[in-house]
């Protein structure tokens, strides 16, 4: 048994599994583009969200910190104030002592000169 085959016939059969081939190659590859594309608006969906999440954040953190930075401006100006206040209100220990010291020194000299009055009126 023999079998023949015409050379044409022979190209003509490889061309077309070869057409064949490239078809399913072409579509199987384009299925592939579809599906990355597919991942790639995912993750620029992801991207896109984090991005956004973080920037709120990360605006919140600012706010904070600018808020705390007022409170530490305004607990400075009070304490710079306490100091400005302090020296008028504050009495040092000393200080008194030494001001108790003047005013009975004073009442003394009062008190000896009432009783040189009721003495030079006894006297008489």
Same mark, same amino acid.
């Given at each position: ?35 990355? @594309?597919? #991942? =790639?608006?995912?993750?620029? &969906?992801? /991207? ?5 999440? %973080? @920037?709120? #954040? =990360?605006?919140?953190?600012? &706010?904070? /910190? ?5 409170? %530490? ?39 000896l000169k009432i009783e040189n ?8």
């Amino acid at each position: 048994m023999t079998v023949t085959v015409d050379f044409w016939y022979l190209v003509g059969l490889l061309l077309g599994f070869l057409g064949v081939v490239f078809t399913f190659g072409k579509l199987l590859l384009g299925q592939f583009e579809q599906r990355l @594309d597919q #991942r =790639f608006k995912a993750i620029d &969906e992801a /991207n896109k969200a984090t991005s956004t999440h %973080w @920037d709120t #954040r =990360f605006a919140e953190l600012l &706010e904070q /910190n600018r808020r705390e930075a007022d409170g %530490w401006q305004r607990i400075e100006k009070d304490f710079l104030r306490f100091q400005a206040a302090l020296p008028m209100e504050y009495v040092r220990r000393d200080d008194y002592i030494r001001n108790q010291t003047v005013i009975e020194a004073k009442l003394d000299a009062v008190a000896l000169k009432i009783e040189n009055v009721q003495l030079k009126g006894l006297q008489q």
